[in-house]
C-alpha cells in the first residue's frame, strides 16, 4: 500500500531564519506531488506542483520555494522566513492520469515569530 | 476553468441530527467531485468521490453525496450525527484535461462542521 510522510510535524522559527520541510511517499512510482498551505479562515492554497524529477510549477509567487531530487521526495524550502509563512503545510500526492484524487500527509505546523 | 462553492463556512447541528453540507460546483468539462474532512491539526482524509457511473455515492462514516448535474451540485449528507463527525468538511473538483491528463483539485474555502450534544 502507498503511504506519504512529511515531517517535521512542529516548527517554531525566527523571522530571517531558513525552511526545509521534507515528505516522501512509498508504495507507488512517478506521483504527481503538491505542497499546500492552509493560513488561518484561508482555505487551501496550492503553492507547488510537481509531475516529475526537477519539474517544478509553482502556483502563486512568494517566498517559498519546491524542489523534488528523487521520484518521491518533494521539499519545501525558504531562505529567509517571514512572519506571513507561518501555517499548516500540507504535502500530497497523485497517481499520475488519475482523476485527480489527492492523498495528503499529516501535516506540518510552521510558526514564525 | 473549475471553481468550487461551499455554502456556509461553519455549520451546527444537534447530534442525532441530520448533516446537510453544501457544494456547488463550475467546471468547463464532465466533473470529478471529492468531499474531504480535516481533523485539527492533520491532513485531509477522502470521504467519499463521485467519477462516472451512480449519481448517490457512499463514503466513510455513513456519510453520502449525491451528484446533480443540473444543478452543479454535490451536497454532502448523514442522517444522523455524531459527535465524531466535528471537522472541517473541503468539496473539490477536477475534470478530464486531455490524453492522459486530469486538472489538479480545486478546492472549495472549506466548512467547519460543529456537533452539540
Known amino acids: 500500500s502507498q503511504t506519504i510522510h512529511q515531517w517535521p510535524a512542529t516548527l517554531v522559527q525566527p523571522v530571517g531564519s531558513p525552511l526545509s520541510l521534507e515528505c516522501t511517499v512509498e508504495?507507488?512510482?512517478?506521483?504527481?506531488l503538491y505542497w499546500y498551505r492552509q493560513a488561518a479562515g484561508r482555505g487551501l492554497q496550492l503553492l507547488f506542483y510537481s509531475v516529475g524529477i526537477g519539474q517544478i510549477s509553482s502556483e502563486v509567487p512568494q517566498n517559498l520555494s519546491a524542489s523534488r531530487p528523487q521520484d518521491r521526495q518533494f521539499i519545501l524550502s525558504s531562505k529567509k522566513l517571514l512572519l506571513s509563512d507561518s501555517g499548516f503545510y500540507l504535502c500530497?500526492?497523485?497517481?499520475?492520469?488519475?482523476?485527480?484524487?489527492?492523498?495528503f500527509g499529516e501535516g506540518s505546523r510552521l510558526t514564525v515569530l | 476553468a473549475q471553481s468550487v462553492t461551499q455554502l456556509g463556512s461553519h455549520v451546527s447541528v444537534s447530534e442525532g441530527a441530520l448533516v446537510l453540507l453544501r457544494c456547488n460546483y463550475s467546471?468547463?468539462?464532465?466533473?470529478?467531485l471529492f468531499w474531504y474532512v480535516q481533523y485539527p491539526n492533520q491532513g485531509l482524509q477522502l470521504l467519499l468521490k463521485?467519477?462516472?457511473?451512480?449519481?448517490l455515492v457512499k463514503g466513510i462514516n455513513g456519510f453520502e453525496a449525491e451528484f446533480k448535474k443540473s444543478e452543479t451540485s454535490f451536497h454532502l449528507t448523514k442522517p444522523s450525527a455524531h459527535m465524531s463527525d466535528a471537522a472541517e468538511y473541503f468539496c473539490a473538483v477536477s475534470g478530464y484535461a486531455g490524453g492522459t491528463s486530469y486538472g489538479k483539485l480545486t478546492f472549495g474555502q472549506g466548512t467547519i462542521l460543529t456537533v452539540h450534544p
Open positions: 500530497a500526492w497523485s497517481r499520475s492520469g488519475s482523476t485527480g484524487e489527492l492523498f
Open positions: 467546471s468547463s468539462v464532465p466533473p470529478y
Open positions: 463521485y467519477t462516472t457511473g451512480a449519481t
Open positions: 508504495g507507488t512510482s512517478n506521483p504527481n
